[in-house]
């Protein structure tokens, strides 16, 4: 069974728009962090947001947030007002247990924004 | 502040030959990561290091090889390219800072393999 899925190969947007990227993740670890990192076409992988299995309250980075919904093993993000340059693929990741684990990566969400 | 640098960011191989990719980072960080990313799929570990002096094998060992020189430096070897290595190759090095993870990546090599 996958870890992390992410069910959306694409998104389309207008811009002003929100968009919520879904995520759905398999753990039986109580300890595991979710990430989403943005990639856009010239390759590079930028951190976004974080959000720890025991954090209360739902991340945000600016206009970034992170729904997360630990019952249902969901953690969408969700993007307010987007933005042409949003435009690119965006991955969900999860590291289970201890800090010094890696990441297991979903396939990724390619999303993109017009005018 | 560099973060996490990588080197050659490109470079084509022949089927057979070896060359070993360089990674270092400068925020003290603890744990780091060699990761492939092939079309249409996300990153899948190759190595990763845990802290200095231990290495680990991740997903996709085969073929390949690491050294944890010091805290800042994580090398990738190839010994005998093959076609399949043929990859986007990202370094990445994490650090838990109070309650939050810090994960950084480096900015990839593309290789290619003929």
């Known amino acids: 069974a996958q870890k992390i899925t992410q069910t959306q190969p694409g998104m389309f947007v207008q811009e002003k728009e929100a968009v919520t990227l879904d995520c759905t993740y398999d753990t039986s670890d109580p300890s595991y962090g979710l990430f989403w990192y943005k990639q856009p076409s010239s390759g590079e992988m930028i951190f976004l947001i974080y959000q720890g299995s025991y954090d209360q309250q739902n991340a945000t980075e600016g206009r970034y947030s992170l729904n997360f919904q630990k019952a249902r093993k969901s953690a969408n993000l969700v993007i307010s007002a987007s933005q042409l340059g949003d435009s690119a693929m965006y991955f969900c990741?999860?590291?289970?247990?201890?800090?010094?684990?890696?990441?297991?990566f979903g396939k990724g969400t390619t999303l993109s924004v017009s005018s | 502040n560099a973060g996490v640098t990588q080197t050659p960011k490109f470079q084509v191989l022949k089927t057979g030959q070896s060359m070993t990719l360089q990674c270092a980072q400068d925020m003290n960080h603890n744990s780091m990561y060699w990761y492939r990313q092939d079309p249409g799929m996300g990153l899948r570990l190759i190595y990763y290091?845990?802290?200095?002096?231990?290495?680990d094998k991740g997903e996709v060992p085969n073929g390949y090889n690491v050294s944890r020189l010091n805290k800042r430096e994580f090398s990738l070897r190839l010994e005998s390219a093959a076609p399949s290595q043929t990859s986007v190759y990202f370094c990445?090095?994490?650090?838990?800072?109070?309650?939050?993870?810090?994960?950084?990546f480096g900015p990839g090599t593309r290789l290619t393999v003929t």
């Open positions: 990445a090095s994490s650090e838990q800072r109070g309650r939050k993870l810090e994960q950084y």
């Open positions: 990741a999860m590291r289970e247990g201890q800090a010094g684990t890696a990441l297991i």
């Open positions: 290091s845990a802290s200095e002096g231990t290495t």
